[in-house]
Every structure is written in structure tokens, then in C-alpha cells.
């Protein structure tokens, strides 16, 4: 009988690149930057289904609802990513998930800085996706902190892939180079 390995989620996190990412072709751009403070231990293409991208943004959809009174979120998910290619990346690394939330900035693209993935590549902002009856496009989204990481796991690597969370050198990633500029 084997014994499952406790993970220690606080050195992973999930990164889901977003259908304007992929549309615009800046996976590795982007990738490149968020390589910058984790290591990337797997990185792939996929097409989300309704289930995963329902249960990837259940907060919206239930606790943070409220929050939305612009857009029907659950047909906006729909029409922006079900069908649609998305990018999955698999991140480790000391604090893994706090480390890239500050490199990602703030998730208005319009109020991000320019040393950031949203201030440097996206062009949305919060207002005109209010205007247009949308969610914002903001380029990537990443674990909030070690229980998402787990939860983010499950939803797009499931058990089957587990075998991904036992990477080499348990001190990777302490001393990271600087960000692309």
C-alpha cells in the first residue's frame, strides 16, 4: 500500500491564462514574467469545460455575487470560456502564491503598474467592462493563496496528475531573477 505524501500547498500555485491572453499570443510572454518568481513545473493548452470554469470562479458566482449587478456572470463565463483555448500553469516555489499575486497587480489592468503582467499586458479595464455589460479581461489569474493552489489543482490537474507536485530541489526559487522589463 502506498502513502499519499502530504503536499505543503503554500510553495504552489495555479495560473490560468485567460482567453485574451491566448487570443493575443502572450502565453510566453507572459509565462516568462511569472517564471520570474516560480518555477513552472508543468504548462499546457486546454478548453475548459462549463464544470471547471463554474468551479473555478464559484466565488462569483455565489459568495461574491452581489458584486456584479452589471453582467450575468454565469452566461459571461460561458461565453468566455467554455469552447474557448485557455492556459494552465502549474507554479512552485517558496510562498509560491502571495510572490506571483504581487507580480500579477491589481485586477484592473487600468489601475496596475507597469512592472506588472496586468499593467503591461492588459488593455481592459473595470469601467469599460461595466459599460459593455461584462467581466473585466485581465490577462491571468492565479491562486489567492495555499487552499485555492489546492483547490485550483483539483479543478484543473485532478488526482491523475499529482505526481506533478513532487518537483526536485525543495529550495527552488529563493532567489529570483529580476523582472522583465
Request: glycine share 6%.
Amino acid at each position: 500500500m502506498t502513502t499519499a505524501v502530504e503536499v505543503d500547498w503554500t510553495r504552489w500555485t495555479v495560473v490560468l491564462l485567460k482567453p485574451d491572453c491566448v487570443a493575443r499570443r502572450l502565453v510566453d510572454p507572459v509565462l516568462t514574467w511569472v517564471s520570474t518568481e516560480v518555477s513552472l513545473i508543468d504548462q499546457r493548452l486546454v478548453t475548459p469545460t462549463e464544470e471547471q470554469i463554474f468551479a473555478h470562479y464559484a466565488d462569483l458566482l455565489t459568495t461574491r455575487r452581489h458584486h456584479f449587478t452589471w453582467v450575468d456572470v454565469a452566461a459571461d463565463l460561458r461565453r468566455t470560456y467554455v469552447g474557448q483555448p485557455v492556459g494552465i500553469a502549474l507554479g512552485h516555489g517558496p510562498n509560491a502564491a502571495p510572490r506571483l499575486r504581487d507580480l500579477l497587480g491589481h485586477f484592473d489592468p487600468s489601475h496596475a503598474g507597469l512592472l506588472t503582467i496586468r499593467g503591461r499586458f492588459g488593455q481592459d479595464s473595470l469601467h469599460q467592462a461595466q459599460a459593455e455589460g461584462r467581466l473585466i479581461a485581465n490577462v491571468i489569474h492565479s491562486s489567492d493563496d495555499p487552499a485555492g493552489a489546492e483547490r485550483e489543482f483539483e479543478i484543473w490537474y485532478g488526482p491523475s496528475l499529482r505526481h506533478l507536485l513532487t518537483p526536485g530541489d525543495p529550495d527552488d526559487c529563493l532567489a529570483a531573477p529580476a523582472r522583465p522589463r
